[in-house]
């Protein structure tokens, strides 16, 4: 076995893999009675997540299990436990943030108005919620140079919208 090297092979396998590794799980609780807890991070940071009862009452049996003579490193089990508090507390905080633009979404909608996600109002973006923005505004902005290089290419005739480019 070897790493993957393509760009965006690794995410489709682990995207397969995640899934075949927590639908084996789920199998292990159902057809064995056990006890499991699967919890990961994606590539990208993203956290992911099986357990069955919980993580904790998985996590906590193994550590007061004294049949295990030490083959359990407390420690990595600790921090283990850390990181997937930390990834809950932040899929949390992604789902409030999703609620919000829902309901932001659906005012306007009632309102009669259409927007688009550059319209909205930058006062209420925490930070990280900023940096997204200014992201997606240099990946917006990308993408239209791209497209007019694609039009200035199929017409080969010159820019109307060098302005663009210029601000580069």
Not at 31 to 43: K, Q, T, W
Not at 131 to 160: F, G, W
Request: aromatic fraction near 6%; charge should be negative; hydrophobic fraction near 35%.
């Amino acid at each position: 076995m070897k790493k993957i090297t393509k760009k965006q092979s690794p995410d489709v396998t682990f995207a397969k893999r995640r899934q075949g590794l927590l639908n084996k799980a789920g199998e292990l609780c159902v057809l064995c009675g056990a006890e499991v807890a699967v919890v990961g991070f994606s590539p990208a940071g993203k956290p992911f997540a099986f357990d069955h009862p919980s993580v904790d009452n998985v996590i906590d049996r193994c550590l007061s299990d004294s049949n295990n003579n030490g083959n359990v490193n407390a420690d990595q089990v600790e921090k283990s436990r850390k990181q997937y508090m930390e990834a809950l507390v932040k899929l949390e905080h992604q789902r409030k943030l999703l609620d919000r633009i829902r309901k932001d979404r659906e005012k306007e909608a009632a309102s009669g108005r259409d927007t688009f996600w550059w319209d909205d109002p930058v006062e209420r973006m925490d930070s990280e919620e900023l940096e997204q923005y200014v992201a997606s505004l240099e990946e917006l902005k990308k993408n239209v140079l791209v497209r007019v290089d694609e039009m200035e290419k199929a017409n080969n005739s010159p820019s109307r919208f060098l302005l663009l480019e210029d601000d580069q």
